[in-house]
């Protein structure tokens, strides 16, 4: 399983990238789109969007089942991956080109609360 050591990771198998403006991505990670199975649609808060920590940000559509997306930190989306249209870019890159929003932190003191590579190995059972 692909799990990048620059990158932070929740419970919910969400990942976040810090962008060199402060600003971070987020998507799901490769053991989520795996368990998922084909993913077929994804669906997103619009830019503009204020969430709260762990607040629904949108949900992932797959052939077996949908899911909840949720907002690691606080903040707002600045905004959404357009590549989502084509939703199997999730499965072939979900680190990459499978993004699903950037955000504008709110409280970068959240971020601390991210899992590491090593420990989300741990949660995943690799």
């Known amino acids: 399983m692909n799990v990048p050591e620059e990158l932070r990771y929740t419970k919910d198998h969400e990942w976040v990238r810090v962008l060199d403006d402060g600003t971070i991505r987020i998507g799901i990670t490769d053991f989520a789109q795996s368990e998922l199975g084909d993913i077929v649609f994804v669906e997103t808060s619009p830019a503009g969007t204020v969430l709260k920590e762990h607040d629904t940000f949108g949900t992932v559509e797959a052939v077996k089942t949908v899911a909840d997306l949720f907002a690691p930190v606080s903040g707002e989306i600045v905004a959404v991956n357009d590549a989502l249209d084509s939703a199997e870019v ?30 989300y190995r741990e949660i995943i059972g690799e």
């Open 90 to 119: 999730v499965n072939s890159d979900p680190y990459g080109d499978g993004w699903m929003i950037a955000m504008k932190i709110s409280d970068p003191a959240q971020l601390d609360a991210l899992m590491s590579a090593d420990r």
